[in-house]
């Protein structure tokens, strides 16, 4: 066989301040009851003033490279997928490299949304494969509290800070990403954006008073997309490692709505069971969800080595993207 993919660590890190959803009752009109029936949501980590997505992403990312057993030198190529960077540019990724002190190997940021991790997935193996760079650190890292507008009970009640990390590595004996399928669709963007900052509405006194800073969701139409596309990229990417649903211990969803998680594992065919579920402590985390699932499910026992997993993503753009993964 040719140049495989060994899965080496995974790391998370969430900020340690909790805001559960009677704290957000005293925010905005809304009731603990309604967020739970609503989107399963109890509580979900916010990050400090201070505390930026390179933090997040360094802490998450020092418990990735200790359960690979390396040493930071022994990383060659950094991604770090976040729609909440530290600031437009330098890339977060540089950020985080000066962070864990390595020096001169490319760093680089991915902008997709909730399914940033797979994309990253998909770009490091890319990397991997093609024998350019052999140890990637990949790692997703939100702060979506920061850009939350806190008087909006329909989006300020979903979101939440922490991140999430992946060490990957070269292998010539095993290949443990047996498929990724990725999809976007741009007709969608205004459905889940932020369209303040960029080069649309350039930041000015106006896109503040006109709050364009902050995210701005139609859910209801999101959520049915949500459903087609994770159903859709799922049964894709199973095709394309040729297995069946019956032979997927876990799957990890990304952390959006319990709502929409129930009805993708309905529409697919498997037991609700077999779907791994944090949302309740989490909030959407965005491109941290499915990468800190994964990493809590491995270290809460849920996934054992050598289990296959299928991890199943979408998000603004829109994106979609699923992996099949052997951990
Ligand atoms: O990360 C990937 C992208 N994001 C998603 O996938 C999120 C997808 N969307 C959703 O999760 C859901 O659409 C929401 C949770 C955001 C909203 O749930 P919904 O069941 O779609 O509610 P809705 O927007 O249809 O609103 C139903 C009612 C409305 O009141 P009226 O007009 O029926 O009187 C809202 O004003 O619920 C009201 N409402 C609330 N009530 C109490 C909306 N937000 C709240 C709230 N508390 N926080």
Not at 58 to 83: G, M, P
């Amino acid at each position: 066989m040719g140049i495989g993919i060994k899965i080496l660590g995974t790391g998370t890190y969430f900020p340690k301040k909790i805001l559960n959803n009677k704290d957000l009752e005293k925010i905005v009109d809304t009731s603990d009851e309604w967020i739970i029936s609503r989107t399963g949501i109890k509580e979900r980590r916010i990050s400090s003033k201070s505390e930026l997505t390179s933090d997040l992403a360094y802490e998450a990312s020092k418990k990735a490279i200790k359960s690979a057993k390396l040493t930071n030198e022994q990383i060659d190529l950094i991604i770090v997928t976040t729609i909440t960077p530290d600031m437009p540019f330098p890339a977060t990724a540089c950020l985080l490299q000066r962070k864990l002190g390595i020096k001169s190997i490319p760093a680089f940021d991915i902008s997709a949304s909730c399914s940033g991790f797979i994309y990253g997935l998909a770009t490091a193996k890319a990397f991997i494969e093609s024998g350019l760079y052999k140890t990637v650190l990949l790692v997703s890292s939100e702060e979506l509290s920061k850009i939350t507008d806190w008087d909006d009970r329909s989006t300020c009640i979903l979101f939440g800070d922490g991140a999430g990390a992946m060490v990957l590595t070269a292998s010539y004996k095993t290949n443990d990403c047996l498929s990724i399928f990725l999809g976007s669709d741009g007709i969608y963007s205004e459905l889940l954006f932020l369209p303040g900052g960029g080069t649309a509405f350039p930041t000015s006194k106006n896109t503040v008073s006109q709050n364009l800073h902050k995210i701005k969701m139609q859910g209801n139409k999101i959520f049915k997309h949500a459903i087609s596309k994770m159903v859709f990229a799922a049964k894709k990417a199973l095709m394309l490692a040729s297995k069946k649903k019956d032979d997927i211990r876990f799957f990890i969803p990304h952390q959006a709505n319990i709502r929409i998680i129930e009805s993708v594992a309905k529409k697919i065919g498997v037991s609700i069971n077999n779907f791994f579920i944090n949302i309740t402590k989490t909030g959407n985390t965005s491109s941290a969800s499915v990468i800190t699932a994964l990493d809590e499910a491995i270290k809460n026992g849920t996934v054992k080595n050598g289990d296959l997993v299928e991890l199943i993503a979408f998000g603004s753009g829109l994106t979609w993207g699923a992996a099949v993964l052997r951990i």
